[in-house]
Every structure is written in structure tokens, then in C-alpha cells.
């Protein structure tokens, strides 16, 4: 099973994935060690990426995915994927995926930013990537209020992997 784990910046896609790989042994990706350095500079400076600069982003991600399915080994990616076309371009080929979308308030999400140490993305990019993001209809939705181990819990659970 390939599970992806979505959701704007500061949401806890690393760190609830982290806890999904440690509790069942699955390789986590975390999308953001896949981005060129262009794409980091932007993100840096506060400027929104563009779908022509997340395809080969998106495209070097299905690749890493696509390799896993194909050795029937589980896998887990914390990758924003906002929108359904960027959610599609991920997913192509795979045989066995499963979505989670962290969602939280955008306060919320604010004040994490505003503790998060040593990441490149610009805190002033969050009201984007809430503008842009198409709520998936396909996807286990996990509100984020609690504690990253019982957003795990609850993923899991949903996974039906108690």
C-alpha cells in the first residue's frame, strides 16, 4: 500500500508520517527532499511555485512511488499535493494507493508556523496554499487539533492497521 499524506504547510505531514513509518515499518519519503534547489530559492523567498515548476517535482515523486508498488512494498509520502490535478499526477500507475489529508484551521496552522524551526518555507505562503487547496473526496480526513500520535492513531485506524 502506498499512503500519501496531504495537506498545506505546517499541517504535520513529516512528523505523522514519521510516527506511520515507525509504527509500521514503511519507508517515508518526504516530498520536500525532492525539490530542486530553483523550486527551494522560491519558496524561500515567499514566492508561490507553479505548476510547470511542481511537474518534474511531482513526476520524480510517482517515479519513487511507482518503484515501490512494483516490489509490492508499502510506502508513505508526506507531499502537499493541493490540488486534484497534482493528486492525479502523483498517483499515476500506482496500483495501491491510499490518501490522508491533514487538515487544520488557518490560525492554527499559523501559530505552528510561526514555532517551526529551520524549514525554507516561507510562512507567508500559507493563505496561498489554502486559496489553492481542492479539498479531496477520496481521502481519509484527519483534523489536526490533536497530538501527532493520535492523528497516527487515528490514520492507522482508519488504514485498519491498529
Known amino acids: 500500500m502506498i499512503v500519501i499524506i496531504m495537506g498545506v504547510t505546517g499541517v504535520?505531514?513529516?512528523?505523522?508520517?514519521?510516527?506511520?513509518?515507525?509504527k509500521t515499518g514503511w519507508q517515508l519519503y518526504d516530498a520536500d527532499d525532492y525539490h530542486s534547489s530553483a523550486n527551494v530559492e522560491k519558496m524561500r523567498s515567499g514566492i508561490p511555485l507553479t505548476?510547470?515548476?511542481r511537474w518534474p517535482w511531482l513526476d520524480?515523486?510517482?517515479?519513487?512511488?511507482?518503484?515501490?508498488?512494483?516490489?509490492?512494498?508499502?510506502?508513505?509520502l508526506a507531499c502537499s499535493a493541493l490540488k486534484q490535478r497534482y493528486r492525479d499526477r502523483l498517483q499515476q500507475?500506482?496500483?495501491?494507493?491510499?490518501?490522508?489529508?491533514?487538515?487544520?484551521?488557518?490560525?492554527l496552522i499559523r501559530s505552528r508556523l510561526k514555532q517551526r524551526k529551520g524549514h525554507y518555507m516561507n510562512p507567508a505562503l500559507l493563505q496561498s496554499q489554502f486559496d489553492a487547496l481542492e479539498t479531496p473526496g477520496d481521502a481519509i480526513a484527519v483534523d489536526v487539533s490533536d497530538s501527532p500520535a493520535v492523528l497516527a492513531q487515528r490514520v492507522l485506524a482508519a488504514l485498519g492497521k491498529p
Open 93 to 107: 500507475g500506482l496500483k495501491r494507493v491510499r490518501w490522508v489529508h491533514l487538515k487544520g484551521d488557518i490560525e
Open 12 to 22: 504535520g505531514k513529516t512528523t505523522v508520517g514519521q510516527l506511520l513509518a515507525e
Open 51 to 53: 505548476d510547470d515548476d
Open 60 to 76: 520524480r515523486l510517482n517515479t519513487l512511488l511507482r518503484a515501490a508498488d512494483d516490489r509490492a512494498e508499502s510506502a508513505i
